[in-house]
Nanobody
Framework: VVHVVEVGGGSVQPGGSRTLSCTISGFTGEYVMAWVRQTPGKEREGLAGIYTSGISTYYLTSIKDRFRISRDSANNIIYLKMNKLKPEDTASYYC???????????????????WGQGMQVTVSS
């Protein structure tokens, strides 16, 4: 059984930082671990992903200078460090584990794989 558990949501002031973490368990074989966000009325955005195969790390262009994904391989935890947060970063953030080496954008759009429960990040003064 695959479990995806996220922690770290909450409120932060504009310009601040926030780190999200996600523990993935029960997965075997190669897969991608990714962060996706969604704002009401907008399409889901695949923000960043790390492939266990080591082939690459993916970032959405619009956030790549502010967000950083990292992985604790020993404990199967991934992190999303978000810096210089803006009000438009307010969204529900999800951790996802999807088998194989799918594109993160496809994982987000088609809701592929195993998803965490999601957590709200609100950027507001």
């Amino acid at each position: 059984v695959v479990h995806v558990v996220e922690v770290g949501g909450g409120s932060v002031q504009p310009g601040g930082s926030r780190t999200l973490s996600c523990t993935i368990s029960g997965f075997t074989g190669e897969y991608v671990m990714a962060w996706v966000r969604q704002t009401p009325g907008k399409e889901r955005e695949g923000l960043a992903g790390i492939y266990t195969s080591g082939i690459s790390t993916y970032y959405l262009t619009s956030i790549k200078d502010r967000f950083r994904i990292s992985r604790d391989s020993a404990n199967n935890i991934i992190y999303l460090k978000m810096n210089k947060l803006k009000p438009e970063d307010t969204a529900s953030y999800y951790c996802v584990a999807a088998p194989g080496n799918p594109e993160v954008r496809r994982v987000a759009a088609a809701r592929q794989g195993y998803w965490g429960q999601g957590m709200q990040v609100t950027v507001s003064s």
